[in-house]
């Protein structure tokens, strides 16, 4: 099979299964382990109220997210490199 057949064979079975299932459910406990990911890490103990811990965590959240876009806005903002075959096309 080459690359590109196997490209639509995996895009087909990818519309199938979306056709079968709502993608919500087929992602919420990616989702649920994505976020609990924050509360761990802003309350590892359990020791917080958890209206606090939510509290924390969705400020946990909201700095990794700004992160990524600051590393994102700095990649653009970054010359490329030369290219090694001195541009040649």
Do not use: C, I, W
């Not at 490209?7 to 079968?20: C, N």
């Not at 919500?24 to 976020?35: D, G, I, K, S, Y």
């Not at 990911?37 to 958890?50: H, I």
């Amino acid at each position: 099979m080459t690359p590109g057949e196997r490209t639509l064979r995996a895009r087909m079975a990818a519309y199938v299964l979306h056709s079968r299932y709502d993608s919500r459910e087929l992602t919420a406990p990616a989702r649920r382990a994505f976020n609990d990911r924050f509360e761990k890490e802003v309350d590892p103990d359990g020791n917080l109220p958890p209206a606090e811990r939510q509290r924390r965590a969705e400020a946990a959240r909201k700095a990794y997210f700004t992160r990524l876009a600051l590393k994102s806005a700095q990649a653009r903002r970054r010359p490329e490199p030369p290219a090694k075959d001195g541009g040649a096309p």
